[in-house]
């Protein structure tokens, strides 16, 4: 059984900057395409961004240049940087990895308030 943990959400402030990680069990992701995404309150889930096995990267608009995903196979895990953040990326936000399967963490609440 595949599963997926988010961890490293919290509150900060604006400007600062937080690490999520997403530990994943029960297969290894090395042929996996990872990816996050975010669903803040009363807003539809959306896509955050996304990086191949191979390690190609893309993101939102909205976070590029601020966020960068990466991925340690070595430790099944694959963490989000997140930079320079705002009110705006409030939100909870969901690890996804993409093999056999589509496999879907519970998430972790990241809120950026002063």
């Known amino acids: 059984q595949v599963q997926l943990v988010e961890s490293g959400g919290g509150l900060v402030q604006p400007g600062e900057s937080l690490r999520l990680s997403c530990v994943v069990s029960g297969s290894a992701i090395s042929s996996y395409a990872m990816g996050w995404s975010r669903q803040a309150p009363g807003k539809q889930r959306e896509f955050v961004a996304h990086i191949s096995s191979r390690g190609s990267t893309n993101y939102a608009d909205s976070v590029k240049g601020r966020f960068t995903i990466s991925r340690d196979n070595a430790k099944n895990t694959v963490y989000l940087q997140m930079n320079s953040l705002k009110p705006e990326d409030t939100a909870v936000y969901y690890c996804?990895?993409?093999?056999?399967?589509?496999?879907w963490g519970q998430g972790t609440e990241v809120t950026i308030s002063s």
């Open positions: 996804n990895g993409n093999g056999p399967g589509v496999y």
